[in-house]
């Protein structure tokens, strides 16, 4: 069974502050990998997406990467602001099959002012 | 943002009755998926949809069953709601023609049953 981790659950830090989230896979064979933001009651947001031959994607302040030997994805938040405090979630297709995403539990981030 | 409305938004039930969560895209997208959303548990595939009339069970298909019978409708249904099923419910989209492409979430769908 694949199982992706997140890594802090949560995590508190000032504003202004360069931060990493964590995500780990078990299953090498991965897809493609998405990250999500997802704020208290409502939907998801898709952030970025890399598929299984990029190594990175980056979008204004956000960059995220995929190594798939380790298993292993981050979400780097650069000049982090207030507004970025929600859930942030990563995501992988592991099974062309079914082509659906398998979640981790989430990172909820808190950035003080 | 992808044009996915999910219906009803909140809705509470009592055990036993019947429920239906309607998911509707304008994006003409062959993949649709409910998944439901948990504390402790995060987001779990229930049904995945490849295509009109094509459907599959997730990890947690037990008590739920799905119809698909125009692309741009798909719809859960709980036959016999228990209080088990209480959790919010999103609907996804994907347009995946030769590889694993990108999902779209809509807004969810809180169900509470008694």
């Known amino acids: 069974k694949q199982e992706v981790t997140q890594i802090p659950a949560a995590l508190s830090v000032p504003e202004g502050e360069n931060l990493v989230l964590n995500c780990s896979f078990t299953?090498?064979?991965?897809?493609?990998l998405q990250w999500f933001r997802q704020d208290p009651g409502k939907g998801l947001t898709s952030l970025l997406l890399?598929?299984?031959?990029?190594r990175e994607q980056t979008s204004g302040r956000l960059n995220a990467s995929l190594d798939k030997s380790s298993g292993r994805s981050t979400l780097y938040i650069a000049a982090s602001q207030p507004g970025d405090s929600a859930t942030y979630l990563c995501?992988?297709?592991?099974?062309?099959?079914?082509?659906?995403?398998?979640f981790g539990s989430g990172t909820r981030l808190q950035v003080q002012p | 943002d992808a044009g996915i409305t999910q219906s009803p938004r909140h809705k509470v039930t009592e055990t036993g009755t019947p429920v239906t969560l309607r998911c509707h895209q304008t994006?003409?997208?062959?993949?649709m998926y409910w998944y439901r959303q948990d504390p402790g548990h995060g987001l779990r595939l229930i049904h995945y949809?490849?295509?009109?009339?094509?459907?599959d069970k997730g990890e947690v298909s037990d008590g739920y069953s799905v119809s698909r019978s125009k692309t741009e409708d798909f719809l859960l249904t709980l036959e016999s709601a228990t209080s088990s099923q209480t959790s919010v419910y999103f609907c996804?989209?994907?347009?995946?023609?030769?590889?694993?492409?990108?999902?779209?979430f809509g807004e969810g769908s809180r169900l509470t049953v008694l």
């Open positions: 890399i598929q299984s031959s990029q």
């Open positions: 994006e003409n997208h062959r993949y």
């Open positions: 299953d090498s064979a991965i897809y493609n």
């Open positions: 996804a989209i994907s347009d995946q023609t030769n590889v694993p492409g990108e999902l779209f």
């Open positions: 949809s490849y295509g009109v009339k094509d459907t």
């Open positions: 995501a992988g297709i592991m099974d062309t099959g079914r082509r659906a995403l398998t």
